[in-house]
């Protein structure tokens, strides 16, 4: 596909369990970002990952998050003993040169995580 | 309190009509303000970016405006439809802020017939 994807699309869970959360970027974009989407809220920055750089985990909210990305292509993002308030949609986004400042970035459909 | 704040939270208007979006922000300085549109249940899509230099950018029937004295920027919608309706999303990236776009929370459009 042309553009950026994620899996899954929904994803329920129960309170205290891990989930894994999948960001396909478009082919040959060196830059991609995480962001959480809460209702009602502005998107919230959670890492970004830049060719072979070490990822700006600035944005990471507690140390239960944490993220990869595979030969500078596939990402994980992976939220472990999930909480009521990890429930948004999270969003994954690439750009093809890493330059926040000027670049389009392209964003998946975002996966909808609910925590019962 | 965000720096960047849209209103109206949500605007209905009817199809055909013209609206205009506000975006007021305090983040200084930026290199870039964006404005996105968001479907429902999708991802945020690119419809302008404009430097700090920049007073108007236009993307078919949409217009944005900039004024970086008042910190303020507009989003006009012309001649909307149906598929206009969406979330409109202010983002503004300050100079120097590493990788942390800040983005407002929204307004809400929806057009009618």
């Known amino acids: 596909g042309a553009g950026v994807s994620q899996s899954p699309s929904n994803k329920v869970t129960e309170k205290g369990k891990d989930v894994e959360l999948r960001c396909d970027p478009i082919?040959?974009?060196?830059?991609l970002y995480w962001y959480r989407q809460s209702l009602g809220q502005g998107l919230e920055f959670l890492i970004y990952?830049?060719?072979?750089?070490?990822?700006?985990k600035s944005g990471l909210p507690s140390d239960r998050f944490s993220a990869e990305r595979t030969g500078g292509s596939v990402s994980t993002l992976t939220i472990q003993r999930t909480q009521q308030e990890d429930s948004a949609v999270y969003l994954c986004?690439?750009?093809?040169?890493?330059?926040?400042?000027?670049?389009?970035?392209?964003f998946g459909p975002g996966t909808r995580l609910t925590v019962l | 309190k965000n720096q960047v704040e849209q209103s109206p939270q949500s605007l209905i208007i009817l199809e055909g009509k013209n609206c205009t979006l506000q975006?007021?922000?305090?983040?200084?300085?930026?290199?870039?303000l964006r404005w996105y549109k968001q479907d429902t249940g999708r991802g945020p899509v690119s419809l302008t970016i404009?430097?700090?230099?920049?007073n108007t950018k236009s993307n078919g029937r949409y217009t944005a405006t900039l004024d970086a004295d008042t910190k303020q920027s507009s989003l006009h919608i012309t001649a909307s439809q149906l598929s206009d309706s969406a979330s409109y999303i202010c983002?503004?990236?300050?100079?120097?802020?590493?990788?942390?776009?800040?983005f407002g929370t929204g307004t809400q459009l929806k057009v009618e017939l």
């Open positions: 986004a690439s750009t093809g040169q890493g330059r926040v400042s000027t670049d389009t970035q392209y």
């Open positions: 082919s040959g974009h060196t830059a």
């Open positions: 990952f830049q060719g072979n750089s070490a990822p700006d």
């Open positions: 975006c007021n922000y305090t983040v200084s300085p930026f290199s870039n």
């Open positions: 404009m430097t700090f230099s920049e």
């Open positions: 983002v503004v990236i300050p100079t120097g802020g590493g990788n942390k776009l800040t």
